[in-house]
């Protein structure tokens, strides 16, 4: 039995990783931690727990964490790259959920999370954590740095299209919405059911964080640089991201059927990527609650546009679902365990 800690226990991220390693047949939470919520039994802040663990929420002590096999981090920005040089000297492996360490360059993270970094050096050991591009490199890290939510659904619908330099890299544009779980449970008025409700917005047109990360991944399979325009969306739900992404073919005499049949060779050892018959609509629904991403290729009225949508649930396969597949991963278990749950109905 794998001993996980969990620092951030009380957040959505948090939760999620509690409710997915309930029913993981090799794993158990040691240690989860909560400053404001020290000393209170998880069960009685997640009632839905109730059954499945006898443990409180304490507050973070890196010596009491380094007796786990692995520390997830479900904590904001700027808080792992605190501790996990610590974490790693004492042989625990870490899953990051946060954005510390997936952008390799110290100088475009510190322009877009506005401080220093504190341990530049772990960036280069640190692996971008989405399975379906860097597997191999998971298996054996010390350091997993998961994918972003927006950014696992904006690259796993570009990749196989990059890859085959199939469409101009420098004209991608990427739409997507986001269930407002995603700005996490910290209470912001802008994030109340009742602001929300029946409407719908974007938001961080002239810039997104996830900017800088998403071109990074896409450029590693595009072999170099690319273009991307990023627009994120609040929407009044809460789980599940809907991204719509246009790119230019290069080559108009591609026909549809070849980029399905890309995209189902591309995928078909990859067990949390669905390609959907060509002319599918995937819903958010359609994946609640499970580490599944679903895509559909469409070119409308044959013209030179390709649109690939793709949806996740942002706390499974944007977040808990996807450190759990890493961390599967990295200690040779099936990639799959613990993350065979069907999305939900309706
Ligand atoms: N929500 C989502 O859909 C996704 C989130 N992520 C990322 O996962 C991380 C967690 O997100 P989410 O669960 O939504 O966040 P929440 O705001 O819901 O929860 C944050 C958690 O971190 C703890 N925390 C806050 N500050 C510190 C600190 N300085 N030291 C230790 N613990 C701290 C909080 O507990 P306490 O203050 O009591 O210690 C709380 O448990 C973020 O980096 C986020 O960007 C990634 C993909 C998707
Ligand atoms: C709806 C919403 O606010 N979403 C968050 C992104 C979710 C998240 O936590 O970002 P990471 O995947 O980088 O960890 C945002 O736009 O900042």
Redesign the pocket.
């Known amino acids: 039995m794998l001993k996980v800690g969990i620092v951030g226990g009380t957040g959505y991220t948090g939760a999620e990783l509690l409710r997915l390693i309930a029913t993981h047949p090799e794993a158990e939470v040691a240690m989860i931690t909560s400053r404001a919520e020290d000393g209170l039994p998880v069960d009685e802040l997640f009632p839905s727990l109730r059954g499945t663990t006898n443990l409180r929420f304490s507050v973070p002590e890196v010596d009491k964490l380094a007796s786990c096999d692995v520390v997830f981090f479900a904590t904001p920005h700027n808080v792992a790259m605190k501790l996990v040089p610590e974490l790693l000297a004492a042989g625990t492996r870490v899953v990051d ?3 510390d360490f997936r952008i390799r360059d110290a100088k475009l993270w510190s322009e877009w999370y506005h401080e220093e970094h504190l341990c530049p050096d772990l960036l280069a050991e640190a692996v971008y954590g989405l399975p379906e591009t860097h597997k191999e490199a998971i298996t054996t890290a010390r350091l997993v740095a998961c994918a ?4 696992t659904a904006v690259e796993l619908g570009f990749l196989p299209l990059l890859e085959e330099k199939l469409v101009n890299p420098q004209q991608l544009i990427a739409s997507a919405a ?1 269930g ?1 779980s ?3 449970r910290q209470a912001k008025i802008d994030n109340l059911l009742a602001e929300l409700d029946g409407s719908f917005k974007a ?2 047109v002239s810039g ?3 900017l800088p990360e998403i071109e990074q991944e896409l450029a590693l399979a595009a072999g170099g640089p690319v273009g991307l325009t990023f627009t ?1 969306h ?1 929407l009044p739900q809460v789980r599940g991201i809907h991204a719509t992404l246009y790119s230019q073919i290069l080559d108009s005499a591609v026909g549809l059927d070849e980029l399905q049949f890309l995209f189902e060779k591309r995928f078909a050892n990859e067990p949390f990527v669905d390609v959907m018959p060509l002319g599918s609509l995937p819903q958010t629904r359609t994946v609640r609650g499970s580490n599944m991403c679903r895509i559909a290729l469409h070119r409308p009225q044959n013209r030179d546009t390709i649109v690939v949508l793709s949806v996740i649930d ?1 706390l499974v396969k ?2 808990s679902g996807q450190a759990i597949q890493n961390m599967n991963l990295m200690f040779g278990l099936p990639e799959t365990m613990g993350l065979e749950a069907v999305a939900l109905l309706p």
Request: glycine share 22%; charged share 5%.
């Open positions: 959920l946060s954005a972003g939510c927006y950014p986001s407002v995603g700005a996490g938001y961080g997104h964080r996830h994120p609040l942002n944007g977040a």
